[in-house]
């Protein structure tokens, strides 16, 4: 079956980086966009930004250009997720996901990493 597993998360000071990892299998994944979404505490979930498996095209929302960059490995099946300048607001959960195509609902999800960046 699909699975999408995500790692690299912990505890990192204000203005530290963090290099999250998702490995995907289960199925071919490349025609499909990888999203980053994180959740927060009380919060809705946030879009982080995008990726597509074939041409590498990636999307971010205004709000997280600048310290976010999504990359993938396509020998590894592993997308990821720099981080870099973190704050204290960047503490969430953190999921990667799959969505067949650019228009397409995400619709395989990982379980999640915790992110917490501490003052």
């Known amino acids: 079956q699909v699975q999408l597993v995500e790692s690299g998360g912990g505890l990192v000071q204000a203005g530290g980086s963090l290099r999250l990892s998702c490995a995907a299998s289960?199925?071919?994944?490349?025609?499909?966009?990888m999203g980053w979404f994180r959740q927060a505490p009380g919060k809705e979930r946030e879009f982080v930004g995008a990726i597509t498996w074939s041409g590498g095209d990636t999307y971010y929302p205004d709000s997280m250009k600048g310290r976010f960059t999504i990359s993938r490995d396509n020998a590894k099946n592993t997308v990821y997720l720099q981080m870099n300048s973190l704050k204290p607001e960047d503490t969430a959960v953190y999921y990667c996901?799959?969505?067949?195509?650019?228009?397409?609902?995400?619709?395989?999800w990982g379980q999640g990493t915790q992110v917490t960046v501490a003052s």
């Open positions: 289960g199925r071919t994944f490349s025609s499909y966009v």
């Open positions: 996901a799959a969505a067949p195509g650019t228009r397409s609902q995400y619709v395989y």
